[in-house]
């Protein structure tokens, strides 16, 4: 079956610093790799998505590649900032329409 | 555009009582995902409809819970009757079926139950 796994958070970093929170899924056939975001208080957003190998997705400062060969999708951005404080979610999405997310990573920014 | 819509935010009712959680999706998508959320188990599918009939509700806790969706723009999820442990945030989602479409969500009910 479908699984996706992500680091385990909370992730706490400073203002400007490096982040990569890690993915990697299990699925059969050729998924559709997506990173959701979830501000406090508020439902998940899109952040990105890539529907095929290779493809990379970005927004918003953020970027993620699909791998084939690693089954990964990891999730960076190259400068953080506190309004990037929120919970994200990995997700693979497959035959009918269905998402599989990951546990979520919380991040946290410090100024 | 409106986005997903749900009503109530947020709900605090007593053990024993009737709870009807309520979704309306973006217009035009024509599948709706339920979901529930909480600190100990996640994220979890609770039911999905594609064109207003339910696909798969395997994730539906137990009996105790039910969802309808009578038309392309209104979903109810109810619970009857209701317990603490039933205490979470509830999101409806949508997306226009595709294989992997993007799922767009509400800003969830805030479920309460004393």
């Known amino acids: 079956g479908n699984s996706v796994t992500q680091m385990e958070g909370p992730v706490t970093l400073s203002e400007e610093a490096f982040l990569t929170i890690n993915c990697t899924y299990t699925?059969?056939?050729?998924?559709?790799l997506f990173w959701y975001v979830q501000y406090p208080g508020e439902g998940l957003q899109l952040l990105l998505k890539?529907?095929?190998?290779?493809d990379k997705g970005s927004n918003k400062g953020f970027e993620a590649t699909y791998r084939k060969e690693t089954t990964s999708f990891h999730l960076e951005k190259g400068s953080v900032q506190v309004s990037d404080s929120a919970v994200y979610f990995c997700a693979l999405g497959n035959a009918g329409n269905m998402l599989t997310f990951g546990g979520g990573t919380r991040l946290m920014v410090k100024p | 555009d409106a986005g997903v819509i749900q009503s109530p935010r947020h709900e605090v009712t007593e053990m024993g009582q009737e709870v009807t959680l309520r979704c309306k999706p973006i217009?035009?998508?024509?599948?709706l995902f339920w979901y529930r959320q909480t600190m100990m188990r996640g994220l979890e599918l609770l039911i999905y409809?594609?064109?207003?009939?339910?696909?798969?509700d395997s994730g539906m806790p137990e009996d105790r819970f039910s969802a309808k969706m009578p038309n392309a723009s209104f979903s109810t999820l109810k619970i009857q009757p209701s317990e603490p442990r039933d205490s979470a945030v509830y999101f409806c989602a949508s997306s226009f079926r595709d294989r992997g479409e993007t799922q767009y969500f509400g800003p969830g009910t805030r479920l309460l139950v004393l």
């Open positions: 699925a059969t056939g050729y998924p559709s």
């Open positions: 409809f594609n064109n207003n009939v339910p696909i798969d």
């Open positions: 890539a529907t095929k190998a290779d």
């Open positions: 217009s035009g998508h024509n599948s």
